[in-house]
């Protein structure tokens, strides 16, 4: 029998939750989103739902003995030659889930001088960090509010950027690190500045399920989970292929989606309304709705997807208003009503 802890736990057998999965598809369609945040209860399935994307996704062809997870067809040359050593030999791999520690060094995260080569052998050599292991993959942050701010900051920036930098220890190294981070975290220990929340692509908040029904199933599907975890994925292998194949097609249909000038006025209109700061918010809403409408197999945004999306990449970058407490998702819902009529 497979053990728990090396069989990821079905996507499709995640009961409820369905704005975090959404959120979590879509970045999986569009990385450049630029990450997932989840604020919410302890409990509720944050990290078994990122588990279970990086788990649901076929295995990734790497250049075999590359430290950097390089793809074969990746035309950017790898700082370690890795193409020219390897020939025609392709590997296959799961797709990298990494967990960020919260008390990972930032020479951890972005990577160091290899010291014990260096006074071995006198050779400067870099030791990738984490942000190479979860290149192409996901890296995961829970109790990301808690994480010191400069570290958040440096991850987001190569969130978007897809490429580390280390200009330190006499190295000077650029190296792929496209991944899709998500960050979770419970607001009672602490919020996120508003000046790194803005820049997650989503925000999605989670809470325990107060229906009695629903909390029963959770329960039975774990205790069948750590019971037989074959048995259990094989229950979910139908609808777990189905929503690969979802990703897979959306991803291949994403650049071939148009979005017309009127659904842009659409998004800047909702901004303007809800009172979102800069231009991020836009950004974001025009790419995930791009990508809703991609794993809607459609080639064409329309408002509906807007309207789907919108809570997701608004309710984080909005001011607060004194003098409406009413919370951002009942603001982007009153918005979107005004905006787009039934």
């Known amino acids: 029998m497979a053990s728990p802890a090396r069989t990821p736990f079905p996507f499709t057998a995640i009961v409820g939750q369905a704005e975090m999965k959404q959120a979590l598809l879509l970045a999986a369609v569009e990385p450049r989103l630029g990450g997932v945040m989840v604020f919410g209860d302890r409990g509720t399935g944050k990290s078994t739902a990122v588990r279970a994307l990086a788990g649901l996704l076929p295995p990734m062809k790497v250049v075999p003995g590359c430290r950097y997870g390089c793809a074969p067809d990746d035309r950017s040359p790898c700082i370690e030659g890795c193409r020219e ?38 050779e400067k050599r870099f030791e990738p960090g984490l942000l190479a292991k979860a290149n192409r993959g996901f890296l995961y942050i829970d109790e990301v509010n808690l994480l010191e701010d400069h570290l958040v900051d440096l991850l987001l920036d190569v969130a978007v950027s897809g490429t580390n930098v280390v200009e330190r220890e006499g190295l000077s190294i650029r190296h792929p690190a496209r991944f899709i981070l998500v960050g979770s975290g419970n607001p009672e220990e602490g919020e996120l500045r508003p000046q790194l929340l803005d820049r997650f692509g989503l925000s999605v908040d989670v809470r325990t399920p107060t229906d009695i029904a629903e909390r029963i199933e959770i329960v039975k599907r774990c205790d069948r989970f750590d019971r037989d975890p074959v048995a259990f994925v094989a229950e979910f292998q139908g609808s777990e292929q189905y929503t690969l194949e979802a ?5 291949k249909l994403l650049p071939k989606v148009q979005v017309e000038d009127e659904l842009l006025g659409l998004g800047a209109r909702l901004c303007s309304a809800v009172g979102a700061d800069g231009l991020r918010g836009e950004l974001t809403l025009l790419r995930a709705a791009r990508a809703q409408a991609a794993l809607a197999g459609k080639k064409h945004v329309r408002p509906h997807h807007v309207a789907e999306v919108a809570t997701m990449a608004l309710r984080h970058r909005l001011r607060r208003n004194v003098l409406d407490d009413t919370g951002s998702t009942a603001r982007i819902t009153r918005a979107l009503a005004e905006l787009i009529p039934a």
Request: overall charge neutral; hydrophobic content about 40%.
């Open 85 to 122: 050593r390897a020939g025609k030999r392709i590997e296959e791999t799961s797709v990298p889930f990494v967990d960020l520690p919260l008390g990972a060094t930032e020479d951890r995260v972005v990577g160091s001088l290899d010291l014990e080569r260096a006074l071995a052998t006198g």
């Open 247 to 251: 990703i897979a097609k959306a991803r």
